[in-house]
């Protein structure tokens, strides 16, 4: 069983940064997938990032737009660099993991349904 959990959030004005950390107890899996999502109040649950545990080449959302960078840090921690940020981008934001079974599903990264493994979000607050 693995469980993650997110720090990092806060309220900054547009422009700034902040970077968001995704930590795992438990045992990684450098191959199994590691996402990034937001909730914004009102609106549902969206795709932003995701990667590897071990070392791969980051997905971004089309929103991101060169922003955003899904990091890694450690084997059992990664990192989600925001630059720019907008008052759009407020929202909380979850860090979720794949475990055996969603590793082998037929979901897109992109799907929350791919994740078995969800931390309790991190709020961002972008002023404008």
Known sequence: QVQLVESGGGLVQAGASLRLSCAASGRTVSRYGVA???????KEREFVASRRWGP??????SFVKGRFTAASGNANT????????????????????????G??????DTDFRRYDYWG?????????
């Open 78 to 101: 990664i990192y989600l660099k925001m630059n720019s940020l907008k008052p759009e981008d407020t929202a909380v934001y979850y860090c979720a993991g794949e475990g055996p079974s």
């Open 120 to 128: 309790q979000g991190t709020q961002v607050t972008v002023s404008s």
């Open 56 to 61: 791969s080449t980051p997905h971004y959302a």
């Open 103 to 108: 590793y082998s599903s037929d979901y897109f």
């Open 36 to 42: 990034w999502f937001r909730q914004a109040p009102g």
